[in-house]
């Protein structure tokens, strides 16, 4: 019945523009009933414009929009929501001290008399979906008690609340591990199977071939390709997306230098950390892989100085390191890009200068502590051309870019200043693939400079493209094993990771 | 029409002051619209705007202190007491403010490094304080003995300009260097904007917070000593009025250049209607409920204005 059913969902010629770009050009598509088609670009293509414009957030410039074969206008989300549209957003939308059940229903709960929430109906009707999910949840858990992944989880839940006919999913997994992916996965197929139409959003390629029967690629707003997915390999597909002048570059090789930029002694905190111990030389990149709650992100956090509590010794550069807080790590030249940019990286309304500038202060700071704001910003400028940032002006708030553009930001503040040591954690979340191959390129390009690279990543493939000198797997806060180049591949990064 | 709607966006609260202006210099020319009387206004503001200066930074870092009131009855029973004892002016001042600079490092303590909510954590020192404050006074007022060397700072003028006048603009000048060229304003609204990125920047927040706290005490003790050599005394509860009063000039002041973040010329320009109102309604012998009516009314405006622009963005 792929590909064959009835037309459900139908686009014409949409087109929707801010100031100073025009996010979507003329663009259309059709959905049929129990069809999966996979929406890929960079950042700023254009995807979360057309996902939102479904959801009745945006309206369009231009362009008409079919359900079911009549014309429908999706001024507000009640109205997608009226015609059966379900979403999964980009960004997490909880209530951190509700439940559950509360989050799930946020907005649309059920009531009895005299608007009494009918948690009972409600909490039935969640763990009916858990159990199809063959997911386990902890129904009465406030949100916030919940790990990131689970959250997730429960965003996912929520569009399945309500019978819907077409669902849209805009990157869901970028938070998620494998094997909560492939639950996802068997349940996004199960209902396609029962006439549920999805338009699935992400720079996952392998998921997109794993998953989709169509294919549609944007490329500056306007629609560049669409297929079948078996009609087009990953590497056209790379292309199509990245466009024919920019095609991938091959990385350099990195050499390690002589001097130790960092040694990590019997590293242990109770509980999470047993007793790491590693070095890193200068021009090294150690890939650091491991699953949540291996203690991968730990040794990120003590090498930042933002856990101060534990045993084991650090030096960094030959002189012994203990930075009791990462204004210290920063100052010693530490650099750390975290794993959530949102909350940790960014402050979305201030411009984007003023976010460039903040680890920078101190190199920029003439006499009565006057910022020298002339001289900074024509050096982040020049960051932000190289890594081809798209914006307006160097005053408009950060919360104006696109999701990958933000992350630019947050990798382009820490690229002013020469840092000894970067830590990239999970550094291409949510980055598209035209930008993640130039983060690769970025990082070798670092490394060949002489500084000490570690990536932490639990994205297995991201270790092998990366190529680093070293991967260092962990489990359960120990190290299982390291692996040197030209020995990392998938299988033995998972062996080491789960044991066995 | 489009013009005119991101005019009254970005300038409304301009235009809101421009307009009072011309309503009270159209109705009484002879006595508001005149430089002595703006001199004036600049003297009747000089302690809000100097309580308000620390507001800005306390609204910048976006917390909440709800101790000026009780640090300038502090500060102005505390210098008076002193000076009243016999103590040179200069030194009381200079012990007070040292005083004063230990409370806001109380406050700072406790909000940064000990995580106290500042709403709730502030509500507490400011009530400790007033007590504090009225054991000391014995619920008093002080006014005989208090030197007149002390009354030039709230009562004379240097060339016509009132010295409590040049002290506010002085230091307006100087918070708007320290908060709009320095490293350390950058550091005190990244603390406002999401502390956990300043702090992954290496901002060392704490420092700023209580730094923040300190130098709004400060403000406040400063306003306090301005305010007992004006009155030529001191009362246990002189500074009440000023808590609201200075969030509400500084709450206005967002609205204006910096979108959205407290600065202080903006600051200035909330000040300046709340003080321009209360001079023209007086002169308009206009009862003073109403013009706590007005006050407020102004305020939620400004707030509507501010919600549009977000709005605005998405």
């Given amino acids: 019945m792929k590909g064959n059913g009835k037309v459900i969902l139908e686009m014409q010629g949409i087109s929707k523009s801010f100031p100073g770009v025009k996010a979507l050009d003329n663009v259309s598509l059709t959905l049929k009933e129990g069809e999966i088609i996979g929406i890929v670009g960079e950042n700023g293509a254009g995807k979360s414009t057309l996902v939102k414009i479904l959801a009745g957030i945006y309206r369009p410039v231009q362009g008409r929009i079919f359900i079911n074969d009549s014309e429908v206008y999706l001024n507000y989300p009640w109205d997608a929501s009226k015609y059966g549209l379900a979403f999964v957003h980009q960004q997490l939308n909880m209530v951190p001290f509700f439940d559950v059940v509360d989050n799930a229903y946020l907005g649309r709960w059920i009531t009895k008399q005299l608007g009494v929430c009918d948690k009972t109906t409600m909490r039935k009707r969640i763990e009916e979906i858990c159990k199809s999910f063959n997911f386990s949840l902890d129904t009465t858990m406030p949100i916030k008690n919940l790990s990131i992944s689970d959250q997730w989880m429960v965003q996912i839940i929520r569009a399945f609340v309500k019978n819907m006919q077409i669902l849209v999913m805009d990157e869901p997994t970028a938070a998620l591990s494998d094997e909560e992916v492939q639950l996802l996965f068997e349940t996004v197929q199960k209902i396609s199977k029962q006439g549920t139409a999805i338009v699935y959003v992400s720079h996952k390629l392998n998921e997109i071939f794993k998953l989709c029967d169509r294919i549609i690629v944007l490329r500056d707003g306007k629609k560049v390709y669409e297929g079948l997915k078996e009609k087009i390999s990953r590497i056209e597909l790379i292309i199509k997306i990245i466009g024919e002048e920019r095609k991938e570059s091959i990385f350099p090789v990195s050499e390690i230098g002589k001097n130790t930029i960092t040694e990590v002694e019997n590293l242990s905190i109770p509980n999470k950390l047993k007793e790491v111990t590693f070095n890193l030389r200068e021009g090294e990149i150690l890939g650091v892989y491991g699953l949540q709650g291996s203690g991968r992100t730990e040794v990120a956090e003590v090498l930042f100085g933002i856990r101060t509590q534990y045993e084991g010794s650090m030096t960094l550069m030959g002189k012994p390191f203990k930075p009791c807080n990462p204004a210290d790590a920063v100052s010693a030249g530490v650099a750390l890009v975290p794993e959530d940019r949102m909350n940790q990286g960014l402050i979305l309304r201030h411009s984007i200068l003023d976010n460039l500038a903040l680890p920078n202060l101190l190199q920029y700071v003439a006499k009565f502590g006057y910022f020298k704001d002339r001289k900074f910003r024509s050096n982040a400028i020049n960051i932000m051309k190289k890594l081809k940032v798209n914006y307006r002006k160097i005053e408009d708030s950060v919360e104006l870019l696109s999701g990958g553009n933000q992350q630019k930001v947050v990798l382009s503040k820490w690229l002013v200043k020469n840092f000894v040591l970067l830590i990239f954690d999970e550094p291409t979340v949510g980055v598209d693939v035209g930008a993640r191959r130039y983060l690769y390129y970025l990082i070798h390009s670092l490394a060949i400079k002489g500084h000490g690279i570690i990536v932490i990543s639990s994205d297995i493939e991201e270790m092998i493209e990366i190529n680093p000198n070293r991967v260092m797997v962990m489990r359960e806060g120990a190290i299982s094993g390291f692996l040197q180049s030209e020995q990392i591949d998938r299988g033995r990064i998972l062996k080491l990771c789960y044991g066995g | ?314």
């Fill in chain 2, 1 to 314: 029409m489009i013009i005119l709607k991101l005019l009254l966006k970005k300038y409304g609260t301009l235009f809101a002051l421009l307009g009072i202006i011309i309503l009270f210099s159209a109705l009484r020319p002879t006595i508001f619209f005149t430089v002595r009387n703006f001199i004036n206004i600049t003297q009747q503001i000089s302690i809000l705007m100097i309580v308000a200066i620390g507001a800005t930074y306390i609204l910048a870092i976006s917390e909440f202190d709800l101790s000026f009131a009780s640090i300038v009855s502090f500060a102005g029973v505390f210098v008076a007491g002193l000076m009243v004892s016999g103590i040179a002016p200069w030194l009381s001042i200079l012990l007070s403010m040292g005083l004063c600079l230990g409370f806001g490092l109380l406050n700072g303590i406790l909000v940064a490094k000990l995580k106290l909510p500042s709403f709730v954590t502030t509500l507490a020192t400011a009530t400790f304080l007033g007590g504090i404050t009225f054991w000391y006074s014995k619920g008093t007022i002080i006014f005989s003995g208090i030197p007149d060397s002390f009354l030039i700072i709230g009562q004379q003028s240097v060339a016509g300009i009132p010295i409590a006048s040049i002290i506010m603009f002085a230091l307006i000048l100087f918070s708007w260097y320290l908060l709009s060229k320095t490293i350390f304003g950058r550091a005190v609204y990244s603390v406002g904007g999401n502390q956990i990125a300043a702090r992954y920047s290496g901002i060392e927040i704490n420092k700023v917070k209580i730094i923040v706290f300190i130098i709004a005490a400060l403000h406040s003790n400063i306003a306090g000593v301005v305010l007992v050599s004006k009155l030529g005394s001191a009362h246990p509860t002189a500074g009440g009025g000023y808590l609201l009063q200075s969030y509400a000039a500084a709450f206005l002041g967002t609205t204006v250049f910096k979108e959205g973040e407290a600065n202080i010329w903006g600051t200035f320009v909330g000040a300046l209607i709340i003080g321009i109102l209360a001079n023209g309604l007086t002169i308009l012998n206009v009862p003073y409920f109403l013009q706590d009516i007005f006050t407020g009314m102004i305020i939620i405006a400004a707030l509507i204005v501010r919600m549009l622009r977000k709005s605005e963005v998405t």
